[in-house]
Each structure stands twice: as structure tokens, then as C-alpha cells.
């Protein structure tokens, strides 16, 4: 090269590590991105959530709609906590497993709430028969007891409760209150 005029240019060198830099970090984004999956597509649509949930109209769109036992399980649990307990029952009913023992503590529950005591016990009865740890099954037992007038049973019920959960669960809670409550209109 002697004697040829050439240009050089002189390239500072925090500019050359600065380029240096930021091709690599062009290189290593442009790696990355080829690395990660494709962008999922989104979940369908729920039709049912343009209603408040737990309105009528929630229950009656997702009674509809329900594909699942699990689904099932969830809108008749709704619908039974809301006091709609015909349909609760009517729901319930539909799930394929009635041997859920949650499924059977439910349709025992509505049909408690709608006055046949007797029917309810022997759903509770049969779902404690499968999940005898079942407690909230217990605590509606429990309730059922006081209204047949039996709080000794009721009280047995809470033992159970005791035994599975302690004093401090919600259900135990609830049937406590529910004794003293009985005991107190007795007295």
C-alpha cells in the first residue's frame, strides 16, 4: 500500500465500543425474539360476563352455557348461596358425577332451604358416607339437626368439625353460632 493515497479514519475508541454495544445487544434481542414462542391466542370470550355475577341473568346465561361438571358445581353453588335452591338443585342434578360428595352436600343444602329436612339428611348422610372429612357437609348436617329439634346431634356434628379443622375454621364457626343461637331461643 506504499505509496497509494489512502484515506483512513480514525474511529474514537468510546465510539467504537458504543457501536460495538449496540450491536450486540441488536443481535442478542433479534436471538431472543426468534427464541420465544408465538403470542397465545386469547381465551374465548366468557358471553355470560356482560351480566353482574349472581344475577338472574349471570345464572341463567351460564346454566346455558356450562360445558363441565366443575362449571356445574360452581353455578349451583351460586345459585344455591343466593337462595335460588330449585334451580340449584335442578343444576346440580345435571352434573355427570353424583357421587361428588360436594354435589350431594349442595342438593342436600337447597333441598334443606326449601323445607324437606329429611330428603336433605339423606343426601348429607350419603355424601359423608364418601368424604366422611367433608365439613362443611357436617355443618349442614349440624343445622338440619337443630331443626328437627336434636341439638344433641348437633353438637356431635360439631365435635366432628372440631376434630378435622379446629375450633377456628369458618364451619365450625358457623354452626357454633348456629347452636347458640338454638339454645338461647330455648331458653
Given amino acids: 500500500m506504499k505509496g497509494e493515497n489512502s484515506m483512513r479514519f480514525h474511529i474514537p475508541r468510546w465510539l467504537a ?6 450491536a450486540m445487544t441488536a443481535i442478542g434481542t433479534a436471538a431472543f425474539a426468534a427464541a420465544d414462542p408465538p403470542p397465545r391466542p386469547a381465551p374465548a370470550p366468557d358471553k355470560c360476563s356482560k351480566f353482574k355475577k349472581d344475577s338472574p341473568e349471570w345464572k341463567r346465561c351460564k346454566a346455558g352455557t356450562s360445558r363441565s361438571d366443575e362449571d356445574r358445581y360452581e353455578l349451583g353453588h351460586s345459585q344455591a348461596m343466593t337462595g335460588d335452591y330449585a334451580a340449584a338443585i335442578e343444576t346440580l342434578k345435571a352434573v355427570g358425577d353424583q357421587r361428588d360428595a360436594r354435589v350431594l352436600t349442595l342438593i342436600g343444602f337447597a333441598t334443606r332451604k326449601l323445607g324437606r329436612v329429611e330428603e336433605a339428611l339423606g343426601y348429607y348422610n350419603l355424601a359423608l358416607s364418601i368424604n366422611p372429612n ?12 337443630l331443626q328437627k329439634n336434636q341439638p344433641e ?3 356431635e356434628q360439631l365435635a366432628e368439625i372440631s376434630k378435622r379443622c379446629g ?4 364451619d365450625y364457626t358457623k354452626l357454633a353460632e348456629e347452636i347458640a343461637k338454638f339454645e338461647k331461643s330455648r331458653s
Avoid at 367433608?134 to 339437626?145: C, K, V, W
Fill in 17 to 22: 465500543g458504543g457501536i460495538a454495544a449496540l
Fill in 153 to 155: 346431634k348437633a353438637k
Fill in 134 to 145: 367433608l365439613t362443611s357437609t357436617r355443618q349442614y348436617l349440624g343445622e338440619a339437626y
Fill in 167 to 170: 375450633v377456628g375454621c369458618e
